[in-house]
Every structure is written in structure tokens, then in C-alpha cells.
């Protein structure tokens, strides 16, 4: 499986409804691995929702209600931290600090 297809995939976007190929292709590049895509990706998706959405509809006898705008927003999000986690681009090596004594000689 190739990384638009797996980007796809983890972007809940089989179906390319959300991000064009040219925008999957510029979330890749962009980013050092493909799990620092797929979080920019849920970033994005979180600014993308639709503010005016109906909340709650009914088709027939059926009624259906739609997360609040705020559950999408925390839920994009939170999927962003998610794959953020798994980054495989950086080390998590810490820092450490060199002492040694400088002597001059002239």
C-alpha cells in the first residue's frame, strides 16, 4: 500500500472527499514521516468542519443527531495528537551538557 493510499485511510478520506491527490501529495512533502501527515491532516480537518451544520434531522420515522460541532473538533484533534505520538521522524534522545575546562595556552 502506498503512503496517498495509507494517508487516505488514516484520514477516514477513501474516498478522496475531503483532500484533493494534490493536497495528500503536499501533506507527504511537507511533513518528515507519514504519521506527521496524517496529523496535519486531522489539524486541518478540525479548522474544515462546517459550523453550520444541521444538528439534528429526520428522514421518515427515523431521527438522527449529529455530534456537536465542539465533540467533532476535540475528536479531530485529539486524532491529530494520536498520530503526532506516533512520529517516527524525530528521537526522543533528550539533551545532555558537556563540561570540560577550556585552557588557553599562548
Known sequence: MDDIT???LYLNDKEGKIFSPEELQMLLDEAGCLYCAVSEGWSLIATRLNLT???KYTVGIESYEK???NDQIKAAL??????KAKCTC???A???ILRTNAEVRT
Open 78 to 83: 485529539s486524532n491529530a495528537e494520536y498520530f
Open 53 to 55: 451544520d444541521t444538528k
Open 67 to 69: 455530534a456537536g460541532i
Open 94 to 96: 533528550g539533551s545532555f
Open 6 to 8: 495509507k494517508l487516505q
Open 90 to 92: 524525530r528521537t526522543n
